[in-house]
């Protein structure tokens, strides 16, 4: 079944580490965005013979919530008209704290939005401060409960690699916001991105960020934290309680068609993957900045590359079936006799022990076809 990936490009003010793809715009712009969307939903369906079904929906940006949500609910309405959405399908929003209200909540939860997920990034004020979120601890907080009210699927996106994350201060976190009740947390290294305010602010103030030993440090208590709690951790980055991993994100990593709409976003369907203009003005002159179409070997190392960052790991048949034998593989026997790798009972699966995805990257391009 087909995903969808809804872009929504707009933001109150940008944080200090943001590379995405976000700008500061006027309520009139937002519209001009929103109605543009819509045709191209709509164009995108009439292209094709008859209504696809599509079983998770996705909102992200930007500040999907900073959108009057009487705007997310006709984007839900217009992808209803076009598709067959199924009756259990996951729909999320991201949302930013500041600008989730009650009466958002409402609409989007009438609007058939199941999932929440919310941009905290850090319960530490002076680290929110630093990164520029508009948001504080108390703020973050608030927003979870009020989520929690009218959802129980409520995710949050964490920023590891700040001053402050300390071990003490981690475990804490983690206590608040399991606490909370939240059942789904992705967790990011804080990358320093060229042309951002962080970058400059660093490259003048080295100390301003803890070394790269200390926040592989701080990720490792995470994930230690995580799993007491109950957190199965089902992608790197990425932990769940049970049976509430994110359907919509593991689309992405296990190879399955999905499709974007709005600036910047990213397709793949039927084998070809193309993006559109991050640029309004390009976008809106219906500009796809990237298609390609996959070949079989690119095919292959995706399913090496995403399947062994997942908890779900890569199919030997999948592999056999692209023309890679991966038994043949000279590093194979080894990982798997040091339990670097593991096999299913049927032999066909192989999983990433997760003990090693730090070191991910080696081993799968020990794993590569040549
Ligand atoms: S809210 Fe998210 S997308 Fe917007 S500026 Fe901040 S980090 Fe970037």
Redesign the pocket.
Known sequence: MLGIYIHIPF?????N????S?FVMSDKEKEKYVDFLLEEIRTFARERNEKQKVDTIFFG???PSLLPSIMIADILKEIKKNFEVIEDAEVTIEC?PNSLTEDKLKVYKDAGINRISI?V?SLNDEDLKFI???HDREGAIKAIQLAKRYFENVSCDMLIGLKNMDEEELASEIEILTQLGITHISTYMLQIEKGTVLAEMVKNEPALLPDDDESVGAYEKVVSFLAKKGFVRYEVSNFAKEGFECKHNLKYWSGEDYVGFGSAAHSFVGGQRYSSAAGLSDYYAHKKDLIETITTKEKIEEHIMLGLRCKNGISKSFLKDNGYDINENPYLKDFISRQILTLSNDDDRLFLNPSYYGVNNYIIACLLPE
């Not at 580490?17 to 995405?20: K, S, T």
Request: charged content about 20%; hydrophobic content about 15%.
């Open positions: 933001c109150e003010r940008k944080c580490y943001c590379a995405f976000s940006g930007g500040t930013n941009g990034q520029g979120r508009l």
